[in-house]
């Protein structure tokens, strides 16, 4: 078998209602899928950080992947990685560009062996996994009545646990509103909190402090993704655990935070991170260092597919009898906010039950994607 084609889809669904974090606003949600195909008519689709789709791939990769087995992940992920490795471009776009490549190669494996892409990791350890809802972003006018009825509204469809933004908010409105959320889901339900790299190591401190009563599960991003002195510091003067991880890239980038234990969590994003091939690596290397990987996804079925053939197969951390999310067994995150990519490109979206999302069985990523569906919402 032999890759022929490569083609990239910039998708963009733009949102009734914007919404922000500490560090953007947006009015529409984009995605960028790549489509690979081959001389026996599988076809295989990725998925990149917006930037690193087809146009992208074409130019730093064409030559290499054209004309190439696509079964030989290992030697095409080493050839990728060898073109950016020595200019140090490993990261940002080109190792999102290598993450698109890599699922899409996956999917194609699967397909060609009839297997799931858990399946072709080794056989998965369980058929679903835990996840949390993402929402609770900044919107305009949204305190309290419309956030607090979207916190219940989670509690209502079974999720067990949901996560909320700090740092786009001068501080004491910002505990404000998390007591808010806490009160309006009881003390049962897991709450996290994710600054999105707002803060210096004081003002995290200070807020992690002040949310020391209300039962954080987690405290996600911090400080700045790439500073590890300052998780440490955060880390050793907050109660609740300290999360990140989803905006590096490949295993080299998370060397450091697992050698010196700066996460208690790591949230590793399949689409940046190398795609399943590096994310492997990474999630064994800090199941290794005894520290629990909940996987980072925000994107289209095809990210939703792949994380969960990963997060299927890591074990837990550590070894328990009886491991629970949370606690020894990965919990994924799964985006709740609008998105007609999400639920507009596949023809059966991806639901939850009960808080588990089931892990496709069929070939490769197990998903069918709508290609009219994707072309009509592509600016390319």
Not at 77 to 94: E, I, K, P, S, T
Not at 155 to 178: H, Q, S
Not at 212 to 236: G, H, R
Request: hydrophobic share 40%; net charge negative.
């Amino acid at each position: 078998m032999r890759i022929t084609n490569i083609e990239g889809f910039n998708l963009s669904s733009p949102l009734e209602r914007p919404f922000g974090w500490s560090n953007g606003w947006i009015s529409a949600r984009v995605v960028d899928l790549i489509k690979i195909e081959t001389d026996e008519g599988i076809t295989g689709w990725g998925e990149g950080y917006v930037g690193a789709g087809g146009g992208f791939v074409r130019q730093h990769f064409g030559d290499l992947l054209i004309g190439a087995d696509p079964i030989n992940r290992n030697a095409l992920w080493q050839g990728m990685f060898a073109r950016v490795y020595n200019g140090n471009n490993a990261g940002g776009f080109a190792g999102s560009a290598i993450s698109a490549v890599d699922i899409a190669l996956w999917d194609i494996a699967g397909k060609a062996a009839c297997q799931s892409v858990s399946d072709l990791l080794g056989g998965r350890i369980r058929d679903k996994v835990a996840v949390y809802a993402t929402g609770l972003y900044y919107t305009e006018g949204e305190f309290p009545t419309r956030l607090l009825d979207e916190a219940r509204m989670y509690v209502e469809l079974g999720f067990k646990g949901m996560k909320t933004k700090v740092g786009g908010l001068p501080i004491a409105e910002d505990v404000r509103r998390v007591a808010a959320l806490r009160h309006a889901i009881g003390d049962n339900i897991r709450l996290m909190v994710d600054a999105n790299q707002a803060y210096p190591a004081a003002a995290a401190i200070r807020i992690g402090q002040q949310l020391a009563d209300l039962d954080i599960t987690w405290f996600e991003e911090p400080v700045n993704a790439k500073d590890v002195d300052a998780y440490l510091q955060v880390q050793a003067a907050v109660p609740m655990p300290v999360a990140g991880g989803e905006n590096l890239r490949t295993r080299y980038e998370f060397k450091d935070f697992f050698a010196r234990r700066a996460y208690d969590i790591a949230q590793p994003d399949v689409v940046n991170a190398g795609g399943i091939t590096e994310m492997r690596n990474i999630c064994m290397s800090a199941n290794a260092s005894g520290i629990l990987v909940n996987p980072h996804v925000w994107g289209s079925p095809v990210m939703i597919a792949a994380s969960l053939h990963l997060a299927a197969t890591i074990p837990p951390c550590p070894p328990a009898y009886d491991p629970r999310p949370y606690e020894q067994e990965p919990v994924m995150e799964f985006d709740r906010t609008p998105s007609g990519i999400r639920e507009g490109i596949i023809a059966e979206p991806f639901d939850q039950q009960d808080g588990f999302l089931e892990v496709p069985t069929g070939p490769g990523l197990g998903v069918e994607i709508d290609e009219e569906a994707v072309r009509h919402l592509s600016s390319d």
